[in-house]
């Protein structure tokens, strides 16, 4: 297989490049410090109760692409029209990102809803854009092309919330008439950036419909996953994989959702400095996920997944460390977190592009919409499992000490994809194929 063209690449890396605003405005720097601080606003309880809810919200939205990611991908590979399902997916992200507008100081529920919507329809359009990625090149190029995608998503979140945080200030209650427009923008931002995704992405393969009830779609994709499931056996790496990234993904999510949470409310960063932090993440990612792919395509994609995953322990322990290293070091612990945050920061985009990838590699074209799916379930699960197990471990024993959970999670992941044979996976998967 030839790769695609580059405008066909760069066309679908470009829904990374636009959805990573949602991540970055609502999910990690602006929005969940929003919601736990201001929404919920329980400072007398060191903002445990807003934690815990923000976890409850972004598990069950986790949990809704569970019940629906692996199904709409057996259905998506049978009809052929994943552009359909993207555009789905696209259409609900915007709509209920912006309505985040009109959440204001004690709408708990409404905030909740929404990012439940919201959350939900952004990460089951994850699944949906990561299934072209086979389309686009051999496998030995997919390092590359998903590294790209990534670095490019960084990019777009890079240049979304510096923007964002211009404009808008920082996360306050006097501030919030201001910072509320963050929904609004975000969708905006998505609206527009996802264009050239709709433009030059191409649907291959000739679309096919079932006649009759449209519910019949849903019955026959049930069925299929049932009998993926059956034979996810005779698939023995590719679920090896799936095992370590239900790990990885748990440890990135509590990363992703509560790293400027625990750097407002453990560090105790000044502005200034949570600015500095999101810019220093952004550019580190960016150069984690392109290096990395680069390397994934010359050293093999499990080698990099290993080496991504040993880093990720490295960079939690030193996370943890940090307010004790900012009385040991002549510098403030807020200080010292920003070179911490480089080094969580290439690993960031890295083991995400790296895991995407090696599933794109052992997965065989013929089912790769719902294979990605059962990528994006494992991912999902992991996400509930990880948010949830960090929300109530920081409501028994505070942030702080709950951190270290996320070292073990990726220990853990290390540890699973030892098992793994890239070249017996790729094989399997070739002769599924033909």
């Known amino acids: 297989?030839?790769?695609?063209?580059?405008?066909?690449?760069?066309?679908?890396?470009?829904?990374?490049?636009?959805?990573?605003?949602?991540?970055?405005?609502?999910?990690?720097?602006?929005f969940g410090d929003l919601f736990t601080r201001?929404?919920?606003?329980?400072?007398?309880?060191?903002?445990?109760?807003?934690?815990?809810?923000?976890?409850?919200?972004?598990?069950?939205?986790?949990?809704?692409?569970?019940?629906?990611?692996?199904?709409?991908?057996?259905?998506?590979?049978?009809?052929?029209?994943?552009?359909?399902?993207?555009?789905?997916s696209y259409v609900l992200t915007v709509v209920s990102t912006t309505l985040l507008y009109f959440v204001a100081p004690g709408y708990i529920w409404l905030g909740m809803a929404l990012i439940v919507v919201s959350n939900f329809a952004y990460a089951i359009g994850e699944s949906f854009i990561a299934s072209f990625l086979t389309d686009l090149g051999p496998r030995d190029a997919l390092g590359w092309i998903?590294?790209?995608?990534?670095?490019?998503?960084?990019?777009?979140?890079?240049?979304?919330?510096?923007?964002a945080l211009l404009l808008?200030?920082?996360?306050?209650?006097?501030?919030?008439?201001?910072?509320?427009?963050?929904?609004?923008?975000?969708?905006l931002f998505f609206l527009v950036s996802a264009l050239p995704t709709f433009i030059w992405l191409r649907d291959r393969g000739r679309q096919r419909r079932l006649a009759g009830d449209p519910r019949r779609y849903w019955v026959m994709g049930y069925r299929r996953v049932r009998q993926t499931l059956r034979d996810l056996a005779a698939f023995r790496d590719l679920s090896i994989l799936m095992i370590s990234v239900f790990f990885a993904m748990a440890g990135i999510y509590i990363?992703?959702?509560?790293?400027?949470?625990?750097?407002?409310?453990?560090?105790g960063w000044d502005e200034s400095v949570r600015v500095t932090m999101f810019v220093l993440v952004q550019i580190t990612a960016a150069l984690g996920a392109l290096g990395f792919g680069f390397l994934q395509d010359r050293l093999g994609a499990r080698r990099v997944y290993l080496a991504t995953l040993a880093l990720w322990v490295v960079a939690v322990t030193l996370i943890f460390a940090t307010p004790w290293l900012g009385r040991w070091l002549p510098y403030e612990a807020q200080h010292v977190f920003l070179v911490v945050g480089c080094v969580a920061g290439l690993c960031l985009g890295s083991a995400q592009s790296a895991g995407r990838a090696l599933v794109g590699v052992l997965a065989p074209t013929k089912r790769v919409?719902?294979?990605?799916?059962?990528?994006?379930?494992a991912g999902k699960l992991a996400a509930i499992f990880g948010i949830l197990g960090l929300g109530l471990l920081q409501w028994a024993m505070g942030l702080h000490a709950a951190i270290l959970f996320c070292a073990v999670l990726f220990a853990l992941a290390?540890?699973?994809?030892?098992?793994?044979?890239?070249?017996?996976?790729?094989?399997?998967?070739?002769?599924?194929d033909r």
Do not use: C, H
Request: charged share 15%.
């Open 168 to 187: 808008l200030g920082e996360v306050s209650l006097e501030n919030f008439e201001r910072i509320r427009w963050v929904g609004p923008f975000a969708g």
């Open 1 to 30: 297989m030839q790769r695609a063209r580059f405008r066909e690449i760069f066309g679908w890396a470009m829904f990374d490049f636009a959805n990573q605003a949602y991540t970055l405005l609502i999910i990690t720097v602006i």
């Open 146 to 163: 998903s590294g790209f995608g990534w670095a490019l998503g960084y990019v777009g979140g890079l240049v979304a919330t510096v923007f």
């Open 414 to 432: 290390f540890i699973s994809v030892l098992f793994l044979d890239e070249d017996r996976g790729r094989g399997i998967a070739e002769a599924a």
């Open 369 to 377: 919409g719902e294979l990605f799916g059962f990528w994006g379930l």
């Open 38 to 88: 201001v929404i919920v606003g329980d400072a007398s309880d060191n903002y445990r109760l807003g934690n815990l809810l923000w976890s409850v919200a972004l598990a069950l939205s986790y949990l809704a692409v569970v019940i629906t990611a692996p199904v709409a991908g057996a259905v998506m590979d049978f009809t052929q029209a994943r552009k359909r399902f993207l555009l789905a």
């Open 255 to 267: 990363v992703i959702s509560f790293t400027f949470i625990y750097g407002a409310q453990v560090i």
